[in-house]
Protein backbone atom coordinates (compact mmCIF):
# COMPACT_ATOMS: atom_id res chain seq x y z
CA UNK A 1 0.00 0.00 0.00
CA UNK A 2 1.55 3.44 -1.18
CA UNK A 3 2.70 5.55 1.61
CA UNK A 4 -0.96 8.72 1.00
CA UNK A 5 -0.19 12.01 -0.51
CA UNK A 6 -2.19 13.95 2.20
CA UNK A 7 0.13 12.30 5.25
CA UNK A 8 3.27 14.01 3.92
CA UNK A 9 2.06 17.43 3.43
CA UNK A 10 1.70 18.25 7.46
CA UNK A 11 6.01 17.15 7.83
CA UNK A 12 6.94 19.80 5.68
CA UNK A 13 5.82 22.47 7.82
CA UNK A 14 7.58 21.56 11.15
CA UNK A 15 11.34 22.49 9.37
CA UNK A 16 11.04 26.05 9.92
CA UNK A 17 13.10 26.61 12.64
CA UNK A 18 15.32 29.78 12.69
CA UNK A 19 13.79 31.32 9.38
CA UNK A 20 12.89 34.86 9.19
CA UNK A 21 11.49 35.21 6.02
CA UNK A 22 10.30 31.53 5.86
CA UNK A 23 6.97 31.15 3.10
CA UNK A 24 3.79 29.03 4.22
CA UNK A 25 3.74 25.40 2.13
CA UNK A 26 0.34 24.89 0.38
CA UNK A 27 -0.39 21.51 -1.57
CA UNK A 28 -1.32 21.82 -5.31
CA UNK A 29 -2.71 19.13 -6.92
CA UNK A 30 -1.15 20.76 -10.11
CA UNK A 31 2.56 20.21 -8.84
CA UNK A 32 2.00 16.99 -7.07
CA UNK A 33 0.73 15.50 -10.97
CA UNK A 34 4.04 16.40 -12.15
CA UNK A 35 5.55 15.03 -9.47
CA UNK A 36 3.37 11.49 -10.16
CA UNK A 37 4.20 11.86 -13.87
CA UNK A 38 7.75 12.01 -13.27
CA UNK A 39 8.24 9.10 -10.63
CA UNK A 40 5.62 6.97 -12.92
CA UNK A 41 8.53 7.05 -15.53
CA UNK A 42 10.53 5.15 -12.77
CA UNK A 43 13.66 7.02 -14.43
CA UNK A 44 15.57 6.75 -10.63
CA UNK A 45 17.37 9.82 -11.34
CA UNK A 46 16.40 13.74 -11.72
CA UNK A 47 15.38 15.00 -14.85
CA UNK A 48 16.39 17.56 -17.33
CA UNK A 49 14.58 20.97 -16.02
CA UNK A 50 12.22 20.80 -19.32
CA UNK A 51 10.74 17.59 -17.70
CA UNK A 52 9.17 19.80 -14.55
CA UNK A 53 7.90 23.16 -15.71
CA UNK A 54 4.63 24.90 -14.73
CA UNK A 55 3.56 27.96 -16.23
CA UNK A 56 6.90 28.84 -17.57
CA UNK A 57 9.29 27.83 -14.53
CA UNK A 58 11.15 25.59 -13.26
CA UNK A 59 10.05 23.32 -10.40
CA UNK A 60 12.42 22.31 -7.68
CA UNK A 61 12.19 18.28 -7.36
CA UNK A 62 13.77 16.26 -4.54
CA UNK A 63 13.26 12.31 -4.89
CA UNK A 64 13.57 8.90 -2.67
CA UNK A 65 14.00 4.85 -3.62
CA UNK A 66 13.31 2.26 -1.48
CA UNK A 67 13.23 -1.46 -1.33
CA UNK A 68 9.94 -1.10 0.56
CA UNK A 69 6.85 1.52 1.34
CA UNK A 70 8.20 4.15 4.09
CA UNK A 71 6.01 6.97 5.51
CA UNK A 72 6.17 9.70 4.22
CA UNK A 73 7.34 11.25 7.36
CA UNK A 74 10.85 9.40 7.18
CA UNK A 75 11.09 9.92 3.53
CA UNK A 76 11.46 13.83 4.07
CA UNK A 77 13.26 12.86 7.46
CA UNK A 78 15.93 11.72 5.22
CA UNK A 79 15.66 14.88 2.74
CA UNK A 80 16.09 16.86 5.83
CA UNK A 81 18.85 14.77 7.74
CA UNK A 82 20.80 16.89 5.28
CA UNK A 83 20.88 19.60 7.94
CA UNK A 84 24.08 18.62 9.51
CA UNK A 85 26.04 19.09 6.07
CA UNK A 86 24.84 22.85 5.53
CA UNK A 87 26.32 25.51 6.89
CA UNK A 88 24.75 29.12 6.51
CA UNK A 89 24.17 31.21 4.03
CA UNK A 90 25.28 28.39 1.39
CA UNK A 91 27.72 26.08 2.10
CA UNK A 92 28.07 22.20 2.06
CA UNK A 93 30.81 20.31 4.42
CA UNK A 94 33.50 17.59 2.79
CA UNK A 95 31.59 17.68 -0.69
CA UNK A 96 28.24 15.82 0.88
CA UNK A 97 25.32 16.89 -0.45
CA UNK A 98 22.57 19.45 1.34
CA UNK A 99 20.56 19.90 -1.95
CA UNK A 100 17.31 18.26 -0.43
CA UNK A 101 17.30 20.23 3.08
CA UNK A 102 17.97 23.31 1.15
CA UNK A 103 14.80 22.80 -1.45
CA UNK A 104 12.69 21.99 1.63
CA UNK A 105 13.32 25.14 3.65
CA UNK A 106 14.00 27.56 0.54
CA UNK A 107 11.58 30.43 1.42
CA UNK A 108 10.34 31.63 -1.68
CA UNK A 109 8.77 27.85 -2.33
CA UNK A 110 5.38 28.30 -1.59
CA UNK A 111 3.53 25.14 -2.90
CA UNK A 112 4.38 21.40 -2.88
CA UNK A 113 3.12 18.45 -4.51
CA UNK A 114 4.26 14.66 -4.48
CA UNK A 115 4.04 10.95 -5.89
CA UNK A 116 5.42 7.48 -5.24
CA UNK A 117 5.16 4.90 -7.52
CA UNK A 118 6.25 0.78 -7.11
CA UNK A 119 8.71 0.47 -10.03
CA UNK A 120 10.92 -2.46 -11.79
CA UNK A 121 12.27 -4.83 -8.70
CA UNK A 122 10.30 -3.92 -6.39
CA UNK A 123 11.46 -0.07 -6.23
CA UNK A 124 9.38 2.29 -4.76
CA UNK A 125 10.07 5.57 -6.38
CA UNK A 126 8.98 8.67 -4.08
CA UNK A 127 9.53 12.29 -5.52
CA UNK A 128 7.90 15.61 -4.76
CA UNK A 129 8.17 18.98 -6.96
CA UNK A 130 8.22 22.42 -5.32
CA UNK A 131 6.93 26.03 -7.15
CA UNK A 132 9.33 28.05 -7.21
CA UNK A 133 12.54 25.67 -6.97
CA UNK A 134 15.03 26.44 -5.05
CA UNK A 135 18.77 25.47 -4.69
CA UNK A 136 19.95 28.66 -6.45
CA UNK A 137 23.87 28.61 -6.57
CA UNK A 138 25.38 31.17 -4.01
CA UNK A 139 21.96 32.16 -2.64
CA UNK A 140 21.09 31.16 1.41
CA UNK A 141 17.59 29.15 1.28
CA UNK A 142 16.84 31.65 3.69
CA UNK A 143 17.37 34.98 6.27
CA UNK A 144 18.02 33.82 8.91
CA UNK A 145 15.94 35.35 12.37
CA UNK A 146 13.25 35.02 13.96
CA UNK A 147 9.90 33.22 12.47
CA UNK A 148 8.20 36.15 10.52
CA UNK A 149 10.40 38.90 11.26
CA UNK A 150 9.98 40.48 7.92
CA UNK A 151 6.49 39.71 7.39
CA UNK A 152 4.79 40.61 10.77
CA UNK A 153 1.84 41.31 9.09
CA UNK A 154 1.22 38.45 7.10
CA UNK A 155 2.04 35.56 9.47
CA UNK A 156 0.00 32.50 10.34
CA UNK A 157 1.96 29.80 12.57
CA UNK A 158 5.46 31.53 12.52
CA UNK A 159 5.12 31.33 8.23
CA UNK A 160 4.94 34.64 6.29
CA UNK A 161 1.74 33.75 3.69
CA UNK A 162 2.80 36.80 1.11
CA UNK A 163 4.53 34.81 -1.53
CA UNK A 164 5.33 37.44 -4.82
CA UNK A 165 2.94 36.81 -7.85
CA UNK A 166 5.96 37.56 -10.17
CA UNK A 167 9.00 36.54 -10.79
CA UNK A 168 12.57 38.80 -12.00
CA UNK A 169 13.86 37.25 -15.24
CA UNK A 170 17.66 38.11 -13.80
CA UNK A 171 19.60 37.61 -10.73
CA UNK A 172 20.71 41.04 -10.85
CA UNK A 173 16.94 42.52 -10.43
CA UNK A 174 17.11 43.73 -7.13
CA UNK A 175 19.61 45.84 -7.75
CA UNK A 176 18.19 47.70 -11.06
CA UNK A 177 16.02 50.81 -11.32
CA UNK A 178 12.70 50.49 -12.09
CA UNK A 179 12.17 53.88 -13.24
CA UNK A 180 13.21 52.19 -16.25
CA UNK A 181 11.01 50.48 -18.57
CA UNK A 182 12.84 47.44 -19.82
CA UNK A 183 13.72 47.09 -15.84
CA UNK A 184 10.28 46.97 -14.64
CA UNK A 185 9.36 44.65 -17.48
CA UNK A 186 12.04 42.16 -16.77
CA UNK A 187 12.12 42.59 -13.14
CA UNK A 188 8.31 42.80 -11.91
CA UNK A 189 8.66 40.85 -8.39
CA UNK A 190 11.66 43.72 -7.55
CA UNK A 191 9.32 46.52 -8.60
CA UNK A 192 6.12 45.10 -7.80
CA UNK A 193 6.58 43.31 -4.31
CA UNK A 194 8.09 45.51 -1.64
CA UNK A 195 7.00 43.41 1.27
CA UNK A 196 6.51 39.97 -0.22
CA UNK A 197 8.65 36.37 -0.76
CA UNK A 198 10.13 37.04 -4.04
CA UNK A 199 11.56 33.92 -5.67
CA UNK A 200 15.09 34.22 -7.00
CA UNK A 201 14.75 32.98 -10.36
Not at 10 to 25: I, K, M, N, P, T
Not at 37 to 66: I, K
Not at 89 to 100: F, L, M, Q
Not at 179 to 195: F, G, Q, T
Request: with cysteine; proline share 7%; hydrophobic share 30%.
Amino acid sequence: MYPQQDDCFQYFGEFVFCRLWAGAWSYSEEVAASAQAWVDQCALAHGLPSTRMLDGYELGENLFYSSAPYPWSEVINAWHSEWIYFTYPNETADGRTSGHYTQIVWNSSYKIGCGVALCFNNVYYYGCHYYRAGNFKTWPPYKAGPPCGLCPNACEDKLCTNPCPHINKYLNCPSADCSYEDVYKYCPASCLCKDEIIPIG
